[in-house]
């Protein structure tokens, strides 16, 4: 993985090998479909009280909805359903909650549930269509069967399940692919995340299961389904709860439970994507290389870490939430990624502090916070910040680690110039420091890419994982974790954005930013070796919208809504 990782960087002097020019002929859909499969129409609409975004932050704050079928409609229309349709000059695309990377959406996303009331009367196996908004039924399991697989979960949990169709990444970006499907993942769970929250539900991904299991799980695994259709490799499985109780410390599917569950008849045939192909062999490798085996190394067991210094910024952030302000409904619906920048607008350093507080994944008693309670590794994404205009806060280079343990490993690795100063003013027990007073809006853009987005807004950022360590800790398929968890960090900064944008009655986005030059990074910061590695960038200001695109609603109201 590490060879693939040098492999696929972006340099001044050539890009990742790519496919050079798009063809169009060939590009895929961005809708898998299951011909033959059960179509089961999910509603639109919200559920009444709508939660306020400040209050799905934190576990236990919204009371739980019971799971029937305008929750679960509630919950994929809020996750990885449609938020838009865009045309212009006769081309339209649509948009989706969860952004992607060159909107070409990779992520499938599987409901396993009980028998719900208007979805199904037997226990299921069913594929999410966001265009048409519906479940199709790909597989019935037995009440018995589902009863063992669900062993220890709770009371009425189902599970859900996302997959990556590479080909579709892979068309425009070759080799790189692979790393912004992962990121695409990452998002995808985050949005998972928040619309279970929504309803006041838990969720966490099962990390004890393999790859092979949840490929069994979902069907992917079943090749004469997919005879000339593109393959959807095995991301997660996770299991969420319709109540506010915290889940177990251990998420295991039994693997005869799931052998029992894969048996029997499927329903539907994959739609082939795309006319024709290129092979991209390095994604290929990729893959198998990070392949996930059963069980998990005791180093990753969950353990709820207590850091002092972190409850500290945990309870700030609990007294920072105040009545009022959008609804969580509301930002998830609305988020778009900023195309351009109006390198003006700056914001408060409360609002900015905020922010970052939202990125900390330690919490104090009560666990981690949404959404970093759906993942149990100790976090090893931190951020560099280039700072361009942040009221009361010098323009300059800024490091938030988002483990206070790291600061000083953090320290250690990056330039001996870089002052490392705590910020004067920022909340105690955030780790967050001031490393170097500069004007770094050139350099901002320059190192992603010449995006001049970068520059623009109010900061960028870099996204540095901890990289050669965990993944010899912990094994190679720790890889996609790294760019799930930094697609985590993208979609929190995208619903702050949103939400600050809300609260202010200003045009404040924040975009990913999947390109950029990954050594040129680390040398900026000092960075050597593999032990860091820069693993994606984002950039939040005043955005400027491009009013030469139509917007249509996502969906034919008429249809779905009851
Ligand atoms: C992993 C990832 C990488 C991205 N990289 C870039 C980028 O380098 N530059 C850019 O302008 N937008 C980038 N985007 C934004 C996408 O183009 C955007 O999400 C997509 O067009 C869908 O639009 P939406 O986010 O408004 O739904 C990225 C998004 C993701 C999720």
Redesign the pocket.
């Known amino acids: 993985m590490l060879a693939y990782h040098d492999a696929t960087k972006h340099h001044p002097h050539g890009y990742a090998k790519g496919p050079g020019r798009l063809d169009w002929a060939t590009q895929p859909d961005p809708f898998r479909r299951y011909e033959g499969a059960a179509v089961v129409s999910l509603l639109l609409g919200g559920d009444e009280p709508e939660p306020l975004y400040d209050e799905i932050l934190s576990p236990g704050a919204v009371s739980p909805r019971p799971l029937n079928r305008r929750s679960i409609s509630a919950f994929f229309e809020c996750s990885l359903g449609l938020?838009a349709w865009k045309s212009y000059r006769g081309t339209s695309w649509s948009?989706?909650c969860n952004?992607?990377?060159?909107?070409l959406h990779p992520t499938e996303g599987y409901l396993l549930a009980g028998p719900i009331e208007g979805i199904g009367a037997t226990p299921a196996v069913y594929h999410y269509a966001p265009r048409e908004h519906a479940l199709e039924r790909r597989h019935e399991i037995g009440p018995a069967v589902w009863q063992r697989l669900m062993q220890g979960l709770g009371d009425s949990a189902f599970l859900v399940g996302l997959t990556s169709i590479y080909w579709r990444e892979a068309w425009k970006y070759g080799e790189r692919a692979f790393r912004?499907c992962q990121?695409?993942a990452g998002?995808a769970l985050a949005c998972l995340r928040f619309a279970a929250a929504m309803s006041g539900w838990r969720l966490r991904v099962i990390e004890e299961s393999g790859d092979a299991d949840i490929g069994r799980l979902l069907g992917v695994d079943r090749e004469g389904d997919y005879s000339d259709a593109e393959r959807e490799n095995p991301d997660l499985t996770a299991v969420v709860t319709p109540t506010d109780r915290p889940l177990p410390a251990t998420l295991t599917l039994d693997p005869d439970a799931i052998d029992a569950v894969a048996g029997g008849a499927w329903f539907g045939r994959a739609n082939p994507l795309s006319g024709g192909h290129v092979s991209w062999d390095l994604i290929d490798e990729a893959s198998e290389a990070t392949e996930k085996p059963r069980g998990l190394p005791m180093a990753m067991a969950w353990q709820p870490r207590k850091d002092r210094r972190s409850e500290v910024a945990s309870a700030h952030m609990e007294g920072e939430s105040h009545g009022g302000g959008p609804t969580a409904r509301q930002i998830v619906l609305q988020?778009?990624?900023g195309?351009d920048y109006d390198g003006e607008t700056a914001i408060t350093a409360p609002r900015f502090y905020g922010m970052l507080q939202r990125l900390m994944p330690i919490a104090a008693a009560s666990g981690r916070p949404v959404p970093w309670d759906a993942i149990s590794w100790p976090p090893t994404v931190h951020l560099f910040l280039f700072v361009h205009r942040v009221a009361d806060l010098p323009s300059g280079i800024y490091g938030l680690a988002r483990d206070a343990l790291k600061v000083e490993e953090l320290r250690a690795a990056t330039r001996k110039e870089f002052a490392w100063q705590p910020v004067k003013n920022s909340p105690a027990g955030l780790p967050f420091f001031m490393l170097m007073q500069t004007d770094c809006r050139h350099a901002a853009a320059r190192l992603?890419?010449g995006?001049e987005?970068a520059a623009d807004g109010a900061f960028s950022l870099a996204m540095i994982a901890e990289f050669e360590r965990p993944l010899r800790e912990y094994g190679p398929w720790f890889y996609r974790r790294l760019f799930w968890e930094a697609?985590m960090v993208?979609q929190v900064l995208y619903m702050e954005a949103e939400a600050l944008g809300a609260r202010c009655r200003a045009n404040i986005r924040g975009?990913?930013?999947?390109?950029y030059f990954d050594d040129w990074v680390h040398e900026t910061l000092g960075l050597e070796g593999h032990a860091f590695q820069d693993l994606?960038?984002f950039t939040v200001g005043g955005a400027v919208d491009d009013d030469r695109l139509t917007t249509l609603p996502p969906y034919d109201a008429a249809a779905t809504r009851t």
């Open positions: 938020t948009l989706r952004p992607s990377s060159g909107n912004y990121h695409d998002h988020r778009r990624s195309t992603s890419l995006q987005i697609g993208g975009t990913g930013m999947g390109a994606y960038h």
